[in-house]
């Protein structure tokens, strides 16, 4: 940010009076640690400093003005909020139809009731797991 008159530091000025109105501040004392360290506030730490200083008398209205313009120019950042957007299932009815045929020939095949018991709780089937299906369907029914 460029200033027009840079020996003119409006937000310091406001940091000081009122570290010097609340001394025992931890707020205050923190923000301008931060302000001497980094160079600037956030648009929240700004309104909080506002907040504090508009209370104290000692300092001028024309500062508390210039600082609220400050505030205004300052971009409020928003957090979107993380939307799910439910996926229909769609069962493969291929796969159903294979993993039905090889049971009712073999009901004890444990891969197989595995794979149907992952496809009937709506779980994902890997592709191995598809082509396994195809191959024992393949071997044992065909």
Do not use: C, W
Not at 25 to 49: A, H, I, M, N, T
Not at 54 to 64: D, H, R
Not at 126 to 140: M, Q, R
């Amino acid at each position: 940010m460029q200033r027009i008159k840079p020996e003119v530091d409006v937000v310091l000025d406001i940091l000081k009076e009122t570290l010097a109105a609340n001394p025992e501040s931890p707020f205050v004392s923190s923000l301008l640690f931060q302000y001497q360290e980094r160079g600037g506030l956030s648009k929240k730490q700004l309104e909080g400093l506002h907040g504090k200083a508009s209370k104290v008398k000692s300092i001028p209205p024309g500062k508390l003005a210039t600082m609220e313009a400050i505030i205004l120019k300052k971009p409020t950042r928003y957090k979107s909020t993380v939307s799910v957007t439910p996926v229909p299932e769609v069962k493969d009815e291929r796969l159903e139809k294979l993993l039905q045929e090889i049971l009712e020939k073999y009901p004890a095949h444990k891969r197989v009731v595995f794979i149907k018991t992952k496809f009937d709780n709506n779980e994902a089937i890997t592709a191995l797991e598809k082509s396994e299906v195809e191959k024992f369907h393949k071997l044992l029914i065909k």
